[in-house]
């Protein structure tokens, strides 16, 4: 796929569902010119955790966790508001926070700008651009579904970690997959990464 769109930013928290993370990684770095990408230090030990990949976060190398290079993607500073994706005269196509924890998604929610990611979606909302949140709790309390209301409200989309299984996904990528398809989907972006339903049957019945 040759790339066609500009610029993409992405936060990555401490919840659970680092695969998530990785393959928009890898199928965006493919799609986007520059890819600004934000990790919470709880982030790195879910990776670790889940996928057995440890990440230096000062000799910080993408290419251990996605298996390819992608000088693309600019890791920032999360303490550091000196970035563009914390002013809202940065243009970029969107965000997408994967996978995104309920503090984070709270924080959001509320107002309360406490780190870079956090600031850089309350500046998609404020500029009315794309935020799309992909949490993978489960059950949700009161207060969650109350939290995922307001940023609803406020124009973020909220789209829950949920795999689909009618395309009979054959290992975990392809599962997560089902998931990181839909949210680039959400950002306007026309892709192959998983097909479309019943796509097939319309072009055979051509």
């Given at each position: 796929m040759?790339i066609?769109?500009?610029?993409?930013?992405?936060g990555?928290?401490?919840a659970?569902g680092?695969?998530?993370?990785?393959?928009?990684?890898?199928?965006?770095?493919?799609?986007?010119?520059e890819?600004?990408?934000?990790?919470?230090r709880?982030a790195?030990?879910?990776i670790?955790?889940?996928?057995?990949i440890?990440?230096?976060?000062?000799?910080?190398e993408?290419?251990?966790?996605?298996?390819?290079?992608?000088?693309?993607?600019?890791?920032?500073?999360?303490?550091?508001?000196?970035?563009?994706?914390?002013?809202?005269?940065f243009?970029?196509d969107?965000?997408?926070?994967?996978?995104?924890?309920m503090?984070?998604?709270?924080r959001i929610?509320?107002?309360?700008?406490n780190?870079?990611?956090t600031?850089?979606?309350?500046?998609?909302?404020?500029?009315?651009?794309?935020?799309?949140?992909?949490?993978r709790e489960?059950?949700?309390?009161?207060?969650?579904?109350?939290?995922?209301?307001?940023?609803?409200?406020?124009?973020?989309?909220i789209?829950p970690?949920?795999?689909?299984?009618?395309h009979k996904?054959e290992?975990?990528?392809e599962?997560a997959?089902?998931?990181?398809?839909?949210?680039?989907?959400?950002?306007?972006?026309?892709?192959?990464?998983?097909?479309?339903?019943?796509q097939?049957e319309?072009?055979?019945?051509?």
């Amino acid at each position: 796929m040759s790339i066609k769109y500009k610029k993409l930013v992405v936060g990555v928290t401490g919840a659970s569902g680092a695969i998530y993370a990785q393959r928009l990684l890898l199928h965006s770095k493919e799609i986007f010119n520059e890819i600004f990408l934000m990790m919470s230090r709880q982030a790195y030990q879910v990776i670790e955790t889940e996928q057995g990949i440890r990440l230096d976060k000062e000799h910080f190398e993408i290419s251990r966790w996605l298996g390819s290079s992608a000088p693309n993607i600019h890791l920032l500073d999360d303490n550091n508001y000196f970035t563009p994706p914390a002013s809202g005269s940065f243009r970029h196509d969107g965000m997408i926070i994967v996978p995104c924890s309920m503090g984070t998604a709270g924080r959001i929610a509320n107002g309360i700008s406490n780190d870079l990611l956090t600031r850089s979606a309350d500046v998609c909302l404020k500029e009315q651009r794309k935020l799309i949140l992909i949490p993978r709790e489960m059950p949700w309390n009161v207060m969650m579904l109350q939290n995922m209301t307001k940023l609803a409200q406020s124009g973020a989309t909220i789209l829950p970690a949920s795999p689909a299984w009618y395309h009979k996904p054959e290992n975990f990528n392809e599962l997560a997959d089902t998931v990181v398809s839909r949210a680039l989907q959400l950002l306007g972006v026309d892709h192959n990464i998983t097909p479309q339903w019943m796509q097939e049957e319309v072009n055979h019945g051509k």
